[in-house]
């Protein structure tokens, strides 16, 4: 999978991503703090949070596609590839990106190059990492690969004669065009029509599929991270909260900041009422000490203003002072229930 496997040594890691105490500041505001997130091989995960809760700033730092402005440090490592992308210069990091490490964002416009064919640009995004043999192989394997998402016959076309829907499947189309092993992407639907966006996602899933490359998505939407996801990492004020199995998190959330995202999602078939967390997230940088939810959390308590230590049995985990409890599910003859574990 990787393109430098032949020229550094391979370092040995089973997952495909792992990043360790990332945190990422401009100037003397910390903006994402202390985040360790892994995807394994083939493996989809989802990342959702409120707004400003640093989950493109995550992205952008393992894409090491930050502002010039904005600094990144911890570790970030992709299996196979020697160096840690942290401290990379631009050329490792263009080997990586398109072809190790492939990104689809919210908008496809700032993805493609306006002034030329979409058939070269897809062709390019091959020939650029010396995946095909020659430029001919790389425009069979173009009109191919825009077959594949459904969209034969314009590959002499140019973005601005497509729609956002059909620019979005090119968008798809190059990421995947090098089988990457891992595919990042950040809301690629959310600026889409609602009825082609549910297109584009499935292109995206059974494209990672195909490939067995593994999938980090960024959306607000638990519904798709419940549908499409293995594991999901919460985000709150910079910091990942809570994280798991998807379907342990989101029956049976522990993280106060999780509990409060599900009962405002329609994902609770329970909350008829979609209660809203109180309060508003703060600005970048004004995050509280101690538990960074504690201004907010109707359970707070003097302990809070203390770091809640990451708990719980592995694989899930979460930082939280005052748990939500664990529910547990018994079996009667009625059928089976959820109940508090220890109560
Ligand atoms: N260049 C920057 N300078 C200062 N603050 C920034 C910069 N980029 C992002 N931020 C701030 O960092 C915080 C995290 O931003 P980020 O874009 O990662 O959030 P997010 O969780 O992806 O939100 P959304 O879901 O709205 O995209 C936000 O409060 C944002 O305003």
Redesign the pocket.
Known sequence: MSSLVEEHEVVEQSDVLTVRGLT?S?RD?I??EDVDLTVGPGERVGLI????????????SVLRL??E??HARGSVRLSGIDHDLIGADERQLSRIRGRDLAMVFQEPMTALNPTMRIGDQIAEAMLIHRTVPNRRAARAAATDLLGRVQLPGVARAYPHQLSGGQRQRVVVAIALANDPALLIC??PTTALDVTVQAMVLDLILQGVAARESALLF?T?DLAVVATICQRVLV?YG?RVVESGPVHEVFTNPRHRYTQGLLAASDLDSAAHRLPTIPGN?P???NFPTGCVFRTRCPHATDLCTTTPPWTGPSPHGYACHHPAPELVTVETKQGKFEEVADG
């Open positions: 990422v401009v505001k903006l994402v949070g409120e707004s400003g809760s640093g989950k493109s700033l995550t992205a952008l930050l502002p402005d904005v950040d809301e960024i607000h985000m910079g997230v600005a970048a940088g």
